[in-house]
Every structure is written in structure tokens, then in C-alpha cells.
């Protein structure tokens, strides 16, 4: 059982690792490949011809594997790259033997940098038992702006411990919905509108190298967020479709989730000087406001920075869960003052996990 091989593959696996992925995700399967796969291993800019996919082998069949989506990482100034683990699955009749610890070893020893951001919790153990360590908690800010009322329903229910049937002959679950609703939409009024010089954009331009020379200087560490790398990542990146806006002062990327996943608005980075609260603010609301008039039930939001969260809470967004970061770096990283969020690692593949 042992002596399966792990090895990094290369283009002569395709075929091999396609069949796999149809084993692998066979409701999603169309999502993994050939779109994607091409976007984030083969045509990625930043993984410099190599193929960063680590896989299993039972003789020629692929039997696990664990990929890096390569980024551009800058500390203090210095750029590096960093590999986020992505796409780790071992096909469940070889789980529980250390395959899937061995495809993380080898993952993580061919990347500088390897770090996480979202990911199961047998994944999370692996890359601590493989030496990663976590890093400050990322906050997740949610926030209804629909309340239906199903959902009502079963909120009332749990709270007067009263039959769900009992309320819903009463109707009063309706009437709830529809009040919080009002309520929401009327407290939104107080969401910074309109952000005045703020256009859309089909593509990232020369203002947003602009920008990141500006900015990025006040974050220790962070993806390198100029023009070649949005672009790869919210232009590029195939199924998912991004709204970009742009102003002299930061920009502001978010998307409305679509079937399969749920009626959802993603906020995904918002950039700008960190101490520049009003620009932050017009940004943040321009998406807000955005996604609610497109119908979204929710918004969701997450970022490492304090005043992105001191602003989302001060507009009722509630912090509902937090993902922890875990890293193993060659180099010297700090430990504070990472920026990170919705859009950083896959957190958003499409569609949603
Ligand atoms: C996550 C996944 C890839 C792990 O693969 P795996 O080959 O089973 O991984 P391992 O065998 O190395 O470790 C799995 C568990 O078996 C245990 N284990 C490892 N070697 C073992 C051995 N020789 N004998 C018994 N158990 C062993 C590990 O401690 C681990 O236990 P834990 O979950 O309690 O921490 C696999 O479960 C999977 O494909 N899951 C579905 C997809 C998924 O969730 N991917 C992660 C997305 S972030």
C-alpha cells in the first residue's frame, strides 16, 4: 500500500489527471476542467513553467493530488511567491493510508511559500502535523438584506420553542420577514452613496499600478495587486464574473453569486490608503449598494483590516465565522499586518464551496 508514488506531475499527465477530476468532482467536474485547470496551473503567469500539481499514482492512474495556486507575494517590499494549497483530493478508497499527508509534504517543499486560507478541517490538521502555523484569524462579515420567510420561520420557531406548523397557520412569520426587510433597506440609507468618480471597468489599467505604488508600501504583506495580476485573477479566471470599479483613490472588486451557489453578494478586495476611512466607505458602499439593488439575500465580506470591519459592523454586518491562515515560508515573514481577504487564496471559487 505504501509504495504508491507522489510526484509532481507535468503536461503529460492531463489525460491522467482529467479522469481524475471526473472521479474527483463529479457534479463540478466542468468547473475543474479544462477552463480552470488551463487558468490556474498551465497558463498561470506567476508559476514560471512549472506545472504545480503534486499527484498521487496507483501504476498510471491518478489517485490523489494537491495543487498550488501561484501568486505574487510581497513582504516588506520584497516580492516573492507564495502557493496556496488548492484542489487537494484523494479518491476516498485510498483515504487514511497518508497519501494526502505525503501529496501536502510535497506541495509545500516545491513552494517558497505555502500558505492556506479556507479549508476543511482534515486538511487543516495535515499542514499543521506538515509544520504550518496559523497566523491572525481573517473575520467574515455577513449581513441579511432580504429575510424570507422560511427562514423567519424557523428562527421563530427555535426562539418560543413553539411548532413550526402552529406559526405558519398564523402568518406571522410573513409579516416578521417583511418588517425586518423594511427595516434593513431603511437603515441602509445611512451606507455611503453615491462614491462620486468611481467608474466600472472591463480591465485593469495603468490607474491600479498607480494605486498599488501608492499603497501597498503601508501593508508589511500582500498579494501584489497591480493591473498583470487582477487581471489574471478577476478578469481571467474562467465561470466567475467579477464587477471592477476604479477611482484615483482605490478600488473595489465584488460579484453577485449565481446558480448553483446561493443568492449571495461577495464583496472580494477593496483597496485603498488604509487611513483614507472615506474612500473606504464609498467604495465598500458602492458595492453594497450594487448588490442589494441586483437582489442578493445576503452580503458577505472578509478582510484582516480593522477599519474595513469597523465600518461593515457599524452598518449592521454581524462577523459570522473566521478562517485562520496557516503558513510555512523559506523566508522571514511577519506575523501581523497581513492583508487578506474574500478574494485571496480560491475563497471564491466558482461555484461556492
Ligand atoms: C482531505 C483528504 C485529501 C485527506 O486525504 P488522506 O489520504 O485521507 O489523508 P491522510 O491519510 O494523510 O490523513 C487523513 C487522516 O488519516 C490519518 N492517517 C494518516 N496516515 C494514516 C495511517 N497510516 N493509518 C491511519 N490513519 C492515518 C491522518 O491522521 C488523518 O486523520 P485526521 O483526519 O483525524 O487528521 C481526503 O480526506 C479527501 O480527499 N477529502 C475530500 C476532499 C477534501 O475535503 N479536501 C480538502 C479540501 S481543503
Redesign the pocket.
Known sequence: MLNFLVRQATVADKPALFEFLRR?YPDRAQYKFPARWEWEYEHNPFARGTLPIWIALDGDRVI?Q?GALVEPLVLDGRETRVGW?VD?????E???????????QANNAGNEIFM?L??????A??KT?IGLRPLPPVPVYTKIVRHDPASVLHTLAARTKLPEGLIRRTGVHRLSASLLTARTARRARGISHPARGVIPVARFGPEVDDLWARFSPQFPALIRRDAEYLNWKYVAQPHVQYERFVSPHGYVIFRRARPPERNVGLILDVFADPADEGTLRALLGLAIHQLTAQGVTYLQAASSLPVIGQILTGWDFKQTKTAIPMIRANVPVPDAGWLLGKGDHDWDQFPLA
Not at 88 to 92: D, G, H
Not at 94 to 104: A, F, I, N, S, W
Not at 118 to 123: D, F, I, Y
Open positions: 474527483a490523489g494537491s494549497g487537494f483530493f484523494v479518491l476516498p485510498y483515504r487514511g493510508q497518508g497519501l494526502g499527508t505525503r501529496l501536502q492556506s479556507s479549508m476543511a478541517a482534515t486538511a490538521r495535515i502535523h
